[in-house]
């Protein structure tokens, strides 16, 4: 089992920045892909941005130039800086932990709202 714990949401106006975090803990396989993925009101779940523990990265498209991940691998924790925020980035963010043989964890979710 693994644990996602996210924090570093909250209420933004647009514009301005936002900084995500989540550490997981558990049984934890070196090799792995951690992620986040976000999920507005009516819409489905999408790929913010991914990041393997060898530096590999994926974004999604609405999300390439203002958000950057990274994390740190000794402390299993990634992180998601989200810049230049807009008021369709109001979400729920998802963490994700993936590895081939355990699947796919879900953190419980921390809400975005980029509002005036």
């Known amino acids: 089992q693994v644990q996602l714990v996210e924090s570093g949401g909250g209420l933004v106006q647009p514009g301005g920045s936002l ?6 803990s558990g049984s934890i396989f070196s090799i792995n892909v ?17 990041m393997s523990d060898g530096g590999s990265t994926n974004y999604g498209d609405s999300m390439k130039g203002r958000f950057t991940i ?8 990634v992180y998601l800086q989200m810049n230049s925020l807009k008021p369709e980035d109001t979400a729920v963010y998802y ?11 879900w953190g419980q979710g921390t809400q975005v709202t980029v509002s005036s």
């Open 19 to 24: 900084r995500l975090s989540c550490g997981a």
């Open 95 to 105: 963490c994700r932990y993936w590895h081939g043989s355990a699947g796919a964890y």
């Open 34 to 50: 951690m992620g986040w993925y976000r999920q507005a009101p009516g819409k489905e779940r999408e790929l913010v941005a991914d």
């Open 70 to 77: 990274s994390r740190d691998n000794a402390q299993n924790t």
